[in-house]
């Protein structure tokens, strides 16, 4: 199956899901990577390490990358008979995904935990908070184009290959690709990164104010935990979103989850099922949180989590 | 500013829904209400059309049995709906409905279309994108903040580490966050007219579509199977008698973290 990753480059280094990606499309045979950015070696390098053995790279400047990269990778897909294209969930994969199924006529299978080639394309999605699997078949002409969720497939090298590199030119789309991007912010982070600690500490709208959300943090310096938040919590804007959790957050497997004031919304599940011991705090012993708990505590976190951080401190 | 506003009917999310065993599609009750999700895109369209004297087009593809919704996003202000619905879309996938509601967009006329980031209950989150390409126009999209400018638009867009910002001249489409704005509620008064506000209701022929287009002879893709996931085992829930912190700390031990 002639299959390409999509790929974002992102301070020097290729997207996190392009190489997850790369490592679960190198077993369906030889892949390409479609990668927009600044084009630097060592995401050559990370690319190459994960199974890429060509790269065609379209750099973006300021430009808004849906509509360029929409354009360039369905000239590409053409060109090279692609049969699945496939992209991490993220917002410029989502923009590029869904700009190039309108582009050439081909529907997105999205929300994908697992993917098969075997003649057709076929995609695992969960919904209803992970409790039922669908699997959906990609029908009619080539290419597939599948969105993947983060983790689904986790990134493991496979040598030290280095990719031939193609340079891609900028499509010239008049007034649909001329959308620019003129500032750029990045919010500090501190602690360990979500997607990789052992320990996550999530809060929820139940915390009550930007105020209170230091009890969060303070049991998550205690564990050397990183923390997490429902979308309740990134709408009411008491932390930034890349926090988030969930069917539109991040996916997280670690070893323990800790959450408090979340109530276990079917989104929220989906993007921390999945982790080892799920410990649960939450004042309303009806709250569907406690179905997916190992251990569940019925109470004020605002009683229970200062005690447990002052018990951690302790030891 | 001639403001397309795309929202979407959904069954309320309250009450659970199920899968159809045979279709593998939802099954639709017939009261619906308007996603949540696309209050926020109302709102935006609404703000931006009391700034410069423009009007709010609501645009659905829903099956129009119950319009709870729609009259729901009226009452909040906007002018007027267009509502497609047809037996032959029932089952239809993502991109036949951005092809549909692009094209009630473009036969209606537009400056900016408006739509949500992605849906309650379909959460595909890339009709914006499509709707967007088949007009042909630039989309913003993950938008937490608008504002207008001269001749364009300019959003605050959410990153992974931040957020950039971005601008594009119109005609464009927006796709806003939750939180974006607050949305308004809807007054007695305009609960009264919206009952008086035009819905006109096209089918798929009326924007050229043929029945093999759309729905599901026209979707690329097909359910093959729906199966359950093996349920966690249930944990142990216990009250908090003021020491059931302790309960917490062995089950770290346990798990070895500290
Ligand atoms: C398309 C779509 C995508 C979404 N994606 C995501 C996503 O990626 N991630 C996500 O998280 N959500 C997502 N959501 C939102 C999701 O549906 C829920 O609204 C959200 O998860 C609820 O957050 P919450 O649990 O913090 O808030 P709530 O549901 O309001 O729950 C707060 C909980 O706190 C408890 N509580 C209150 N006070 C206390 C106290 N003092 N002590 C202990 N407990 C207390 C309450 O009992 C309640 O259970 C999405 C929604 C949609 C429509
Ligand atoms: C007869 C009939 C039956 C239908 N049955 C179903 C069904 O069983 N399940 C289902 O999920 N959908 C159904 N639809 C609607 C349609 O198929 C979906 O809207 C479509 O597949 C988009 O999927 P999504 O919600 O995942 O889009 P997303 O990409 O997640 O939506 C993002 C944004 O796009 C806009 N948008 C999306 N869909 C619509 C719409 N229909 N009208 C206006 N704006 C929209 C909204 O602003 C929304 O916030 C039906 C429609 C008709 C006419």
Redo the contacts with the bound molecule.
């Keep these: 199956m002639t299959t390409w990753v999509f790929s974002e480059e992102i301070d020097g280094h290729a997207s996190a899901s392009a190489l997850e990606l790369l490592t679960k499309a190198r077993t369906f045979g030889d892949t390409s990577v479609f990668h927009i950015g600044a084009g630097s070696d060592a995401a050559y390098a990370e690319l190459g390490a994960h199974g890429a053995t060509k790269v065609h790279h379209l750099t973006i400047g300021d430009r808004l990358p849906g509509a360029p990269a929409a354009a360039a990778l369905a000239a590409l897909a053409e060109e090279h008979g692609a049969e699945l294209i496939m992209f991490g969930m993220g917002n410029t994969d989502r923009d590029v995904a869904g700009r190039l199924s309108a582009r050439i006529g081909r529907p997105v299978l999205g929300n994908a935990v697992d993917v098969t080639v075997d003649g057709s394309v076929r995609v695992t999605s969960e919904i209803l908070g992970g409790t039922q699997a669908v699997v959906t078949e990609a029908t009619g002409s080539a290419p597939a184009l599948v969105l993947v969720r983060s983790k689904a497939f986790p990134a493991e090298p496979s040598g030290e290959g280095v990719p031939e590199v193609t340079a891609v030119s900028m499509p010239d789309l008049g007034h649909a690709g001329s959308a620019v991007i003129t500032e750029s912010h990045v919010e500090e982070s501190e602690g360990p990164d979500l997607e990789v600690a052992g320990v996550v500490i999530a809060g929820?709208?139940?915390v009550?104010s930007a105020e209170k959300w230091v009890v969060i943090e303070e049991l998550a310096s205690q564990l050397d935990a990183a923390v997490g938040?429902?979308?309740?919590?990134i709408d009411a804007g008491w932390v930034p979103s890349r926090l988030?959790?969930?069917?539109?957050?991040k996916t997280v497997k670690p070893d323990v989850y800790i959450c408090?004031?979340?109530?276990?919304?079917?989104?929220?599940l989906v993007?921390m099922k999945d982790s080892g011991t799920i410990i649960a705090?939450?004042?309303?012993a009806e709250?569907p949180?406690f179905a997916a708990a190992d251990l569940g505590i019925v109470?004020?976190?605002?009683a229970v989590v200062p005690k447990l951080t002052e018990a951690l401190r302790n030891r | 500013m001639r403001i397309a506003v795309c929202v979407k009917q959904i069954p309320d999310?309250a009450t659970p829904y199920d899968l159809d065993p045979d279709t593998h599609r939802v099954v639709r009750p017939n009261d619906q209400v308007l996603d949540?999700?696309d209050r926020f895109g109302v709102e935006v369209g609404l703000q931006l059309a009391e700034g410069d004297d423009g009007s709010v087009t609501l645009f659905s593809m829903s099956p129009s049995g119950s319009l709870q919704g729609i009259r729901q996003a009226l009452a909040m202000g906007a002018d007027k709906a267009v509502i497609i619905d047809d037996e032959a879309l029932a089952g239809s996938d993502a991109l036949t409905t951005s092809r549909i509601l692009a094209a009630a967009i473009e036969r209606e006329g537009f400056d900016l279309v408006v739509a949500g980031t992605?849906?309650?209950d379909g959460?595909s989150g890339v009709v914006p994108q499509q709707i967007a390409e088949l007009l042909d126009v630039p989309s913003l999209t993950f938008a937490r903040k608008v504002e207008v400018t001269d001749g364009g638009i300019r959003v605050e867009q959410q990153t992974a580490g931040g957020y950039d910002v971005a601008e594009a001249a119109l005609p464009a489409l927006l796709a806003v966050t939750s939180g974006v704005v607050e949305p308004r509620y809807p007054t007695f008064k305009g609960i009264m007219q919206a009952k008086k506000k035009p819905i006109d209701t096209l089918t798929a022929e009326d924007l050229g579509f043929t029945a093999d287009q759309v729905g599901d002879a026209g979707a690329g893709q097909t359910i093959t199977s729906v199966t359950a996931v093996p349920a966690r085992e249930a944990g142990e829930i216990v009250e908090d008698d003021g020491e059931a912190y302790l309960k917490i700390v062995a089950l770290l031990e346990q798990a070895k973290v500290i």
Aim: aromatic share 0%; proline share 2%.
């Design positions: 929820g709208r139940g009550g938040a429902t979308r309740a919590v988030q959790i969930g069917q539109t957050g408090a004031g979340v109530s276990g919304a079917m989104q929220h993007g705090i939450n004042k309303d709250a949180i109470g004020d976190l605002h | 999310p949540d999700t992605e849906s309650t959460s």
